[in-house]
């Protein structure tokens, strides 16, 4: 196995009230002040301070209002995903639901920028065994790479395909390039360590570690970062204990960490990952089309995304 020499940076680009459980919902968004453009940008300055480039997979409610963001973020050479337009748990789509979702968000992505939308990372990275067949519905949309599936231990997650790397999903609709959450463990006893409350908790030395077991194992490390982590000053939201701990710890030290790890690794966006190192995930395929037949949603409670007209 070769050495794996590249990692993926992924942003999810959102705002700090865009969570999963508990705190804000919908309703309340247009209602709150936004802080995700002044934490972009510092994130933005960083990225340009450690000659990285990253995938910022972006959720469409934002895009809608904060046009000027997404376009500079492209301009600044960074690639653009959809994180979905409602940043909802895939559990709560039917199969039109998400496709309408995933059609809108792709779709305003590619107008903002002329640019095309190759990859998705569903919220939550809550693609599992019994919603797999969103992936179908995801390679319909047009997507030629997912980052929605976090092998072993996830919050909203969890799916135990055979890769922990890179490798192809074959669905009903064509085949995706799947880049999995990076995690460490064995089987199920994986828990994610380069991403979110995961990253913020864990101390410098035991990530880096993980990053050069997997550059070992012929592996990137798939690191996601939020703008609202590198934020301590963001309005706290009313949450369980629990909750409260995820969301908030480690706050003030993420910034720090993660210009270590990025001047001490080499980064780069999805699609160059992807297009510079086949010999890593090309041979790796698995056939998801019995979970897709298996798998159901159930009912409906996401919204469809409005229509343009809707909004201002
Ligand atoms: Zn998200």
């Known amino acids: 196995m070769p050495r794996c020499e590249h990692n993926i940076l992924s942003v999810d680009l959102e705002d700090w009230f865009h969570i999963l459980k508990d705190g804000y919902t919908r309703k309340d968004w247009d209602g709150l002040d936004t802080r995700v453009e002044a934490n972009t940008d510092r994130m933005l300055a960083l990225f340009e301070e450690c000659s990285t480039h990253a995938i910022f997979f972006t959720v469409g409610w934002m895009a809608e209002r904060q046009p000027e963001l997404v376009r500079r973020v492209s301009r600044a050479g960074h690639e653009l995903g959809s994180h979905s337009y409602w940043h909802e748990l895939v559990r709560h789509h039917t199969r039109q639901s998400l496709a309408a979702d995933l059609e809108r968000g792709k779709k305003l992505l590619e107008d903002l920028t002329g640019a095309p939308v190759r990859g998705f990372r569903a919220p939550g990275g809550s693609i599992t065994r019994e919603t ?10 047009g997507f030629e790479f997912d980052a929605s599936v976090s092998p072993g231990y996830s919050s909203y997650g969890g799916y135990d395909t055979p890769f922990p790397g890179p490798h192809r999903i074959r669905t009903n609709a064509g085949e995706l390039v799947e880049l999995p959450t990076s995690t460490l463990g064995v089987g199920r006893w994986r828990i994610p360590y380069a991403g979110g409350g995961y990253l913020r908790l864990f101390p410098y030395a035991v990530v ?19 703008p609202r982590e590198i934020d301590p000053e963001q309005p706290r939201m009313p949450l369980p204990p629990l909750h409260r701990f995820r969301y908030y710890v480690g706050l003030r030290s993420t910034e720090r ?10 980064f780069v966006t999805a699609s160059e990952w992807i297009a510079a190192h086949r010999e890593l995930w090309a041979a790796n395929l698995f056939d998801a089309r019995e979970h897709v037949a298996t798998s159901a949603p159930a009912a409906a409670t996401a919204l469809a995304p409005p229509p343009p007209s809707e909004i201002a």
């Open 132 to 141: 797999a067949w969103a992936l179908d519905v995801i390679t319909e949309a």
């Open 208 to 226: 880096a570690a993980g990053v050069r077991v997997e550059n070992r194992r012929g592996r990137p490390a798939v690191v996601y970062v939020h």
């Open 257 to 266: 960490k993660l210009r270590r790890l990025l001047r001490a690794h080499r």
